[in-house]
T-cell receptor
Framework: EAQVTQNPRYLITVTGKKLTVTCSQNMNHEYMSWYRQDPGLGLRQIYYSMNVEVTDKGDVPEGYKVSRKEKRNFPLILESPSPNQTSLYFC?????????????FGDGTRLSIL | QKEVEQNSGPLSVPEGAIASLNCTYSDRGSQSFFWYRQYSGKSPELIMFIYSNGDKEDGRFTAQLNKASQYVSLLIRDSQPSDSATYLCAVTGGGISGAGSYQLTFGKGTKLSVIP
């Protein structure tokens, strides 16, 4: 089954404790992206990657890191989480074509930073 | 800064009616347009995508695009209570290639309520 898998689904942690949210897709998609969703603000892009070892900032990259060492994986790293990073996070992927393609979303990760 | 605007709603329609959801975008060079449905606490689910001016129909859903007016809409015919959700309009940037044509900018969504 074609899917984007995120882990963990839920996490409560404390300020300053490094954490990683994993994202894996089995569709051989080149493009992967991370979004956060907050009430009243909608979905905002954090980072994206157009292929292995190619990453770039989205609209709200501060406080986050990513890496793309393999095509299928695109982890999101919070080196020193703060309460303002409490949010619902989604990973998404799509193939690269001449025109933008629909993105497939993971089930989401709800992070609470105390 | 690319912007995508949607009426936040809530939009309430009776069961069986047509629901009309609207979206405007600021980047005149935008190429691809998507409608996602999102139930509370769930991930966005693709409903429709459209690239060319005009209408595109898929079952009870019709997407309409007018690039000159920078306007895209979604019509839902024979609305059902199960259609009650938040509908997200998303737009990719201009350019046939390069990062801009893949970056999705989302509107904040319109909450639709279908009343039985």
């Amino acid at each position: 089954e074609a899917q984007v898998t995120q882990n963990p689904r839920y996490l409560i942690t404390v300020t300053g404790k490094k954490l990683t949210v994993t994202c894996s897709q089995n569709m051989n998609h080149e493009y992967m992206s991370w979004y956060r969703q907050d009430p009243g603000l909608g979905l905002r892009q954090i980072y994206y990657s157009m292929n292995v070892e190619v990453t770039d900032k989205g609209d709200v990259p501060e406080g986050y890191k990513v890496s793309r060492k393999e095509k299928r994986n695109f982890p999101l790293i919070l080196e020193s989480p703060s309460p303002n990073q409490t949010s619902l996070y989604f990973c998404a992927s799509s193939p690269l074509r001449a025109l933008g393609q629909p993105q497939h979303f993971g089930d989401g990760t709800r992070l609470s930073i105390l | 800064q690319k912007e995508v605007e949607q009426n936040s709603g809530p939009l309430s329609v009776p069961e069986g009616a047509i629901a009309s959801l609207n979206c405007t975008y600021s980047d005149r060079g935008s190429q691809s347009f998507f409608w996602y449905r999102q139930y509370s606490g769930k991930s966005p689910e693709l409903i429709m995508f459209i690239y060319s001016n005009g209408d595109k129909e898929d079952g009870r859903f019709t997407a309409q695009l007018n690039k000159a007016s920078q306007y895209v809409s979604l019509l839902i015919r024979d609305s059902q209570p199960s259609d009650s959700a938040t509908y997200l309009c998303a737009v990719t940037g201009g350019g046939i290639s390069g990062a801009g044509s893949y970056q999705l900018t989302f509107g904040k969504g319109t909450k639709l309520s279908v009343i039985p």
